[in-house]
T-cell receptor, first 112, second 115 residues
Framework: GESVGLHLPTLSVQEGDNSIINCAYSNSASDYFIWYKQESGKGPQFIIDIRSNMDKRQGQRVTVLLNKTVKHLSLQIAATQPGDSAVYFCAENPGTASKLTFGTGTRLQVTL | EPEVTQTPSHQVTQMGQEVILRCVPISNHLYFYWYRQILGQKVEFLVSFYNNEISEKSEIFDDQFSVERPDGSNFTLKIRSTKLEDSAMYFC?????????????FGSGTQLSVL
């Protein structure tokens, strides 16, 4: 069935290193993908999005890569900081206009 | 920065009771949503709302659930007769555009505990 899943439930990186968080999706009809960050006690916070007609998009310290051939999405965080510690969710719009389907989440732990 | 606000932050209720979760979306947004997250699980879509009517709802959003925009600023989720499995964090979100073309702004959530 339709699913958006993450390969690793927890990722631990050292401060200053780059982080890569991965996501697999199964619905080839999805045309819009978003990464959200969720800190403890807060709602998901938009980080970056990408449409299916692109394969890369860069923001401030973050880059999203989309590989439609293998239905894979990744979030790269450069020079990871302690404030980046959170759970990261990928989400997709599966073709319907008004809902997002979220993945299971990856917890990013930044060590000093 | 404008934000979505939700009240209460925590709600404890007895099984079978009605609860109303309240949200104030960002003022210039036109699309409103409720999502929920059971502890340790995914964020799940419940319902989307536009132009004073439901645009889409999930299979979770059964007859026990309803949404309303009673005035120009509030957006509410009512659960008519709560069940134990309704215990979750409920997130309200709003967007300027439909989810397919715009980004969602989420509130901090209401933690609902059904005893």
């Amino acid at each position: 069935g339709e699913s958006v899943g993450l390969h690793l439930p927890t990722l631990s990186v050292q401060e200053g290193d780059n982080s890569i968080i991965n996501c697999a999706y199964s619905n080839s009809a999805s045309d819009y993908f978003i990464w959200y960050k969720q800190e403890s006690g807060k709602g998901p916070q938009f980080i970056i999005d990408i449409r299916s007609n692109m394969d890369k998009r860069q923001g401030q310290r973050v880059t999203v890569l989309l590989n439609k051939t293998v239905k894979h999405l990744s979030l790269q965080i450069a020079a990871t900081q302690p404030g980046d510690s959170a759970v990261y969710f990928c989400a997709e719009n599966p073709g319907t206009a008004s809902k997002l389907t979220f993945g299971t989440g990856t917890r990013l732990q930044v060590t000093l | 920065e404008p934000e979505v606000t939700q009240t209460p932050s925590h709600q404890v209720t007895q099984m079978g009771q009605e609860v109303i979760l309240r949200c104030v979306p960002i003022s210039n947004h036109l699309y409103f949503y409720w999502y929920r997250q059971i502890l340790g699980q995914k964020v799940e879509f419940l319902v989307s709302f536009y132009n004073n009517e439901i645009s889409e709802k999930s299979e979770i959003f059964d007859d026990q659930f309803s949404v309303e925009r009673p005035d120009g600023s509030n957006f509410t989720l009512k659960i008519r007769s709560t069940k134990l499995e309704d215990s979750a964090m409920y997130f309200c979100a709003s967007s300027e555009n439909q989810a397919s073309s715009g980004k969602l702004f989420f509130g901090s959530g209401t933690q609902l505990s059904v005893l």
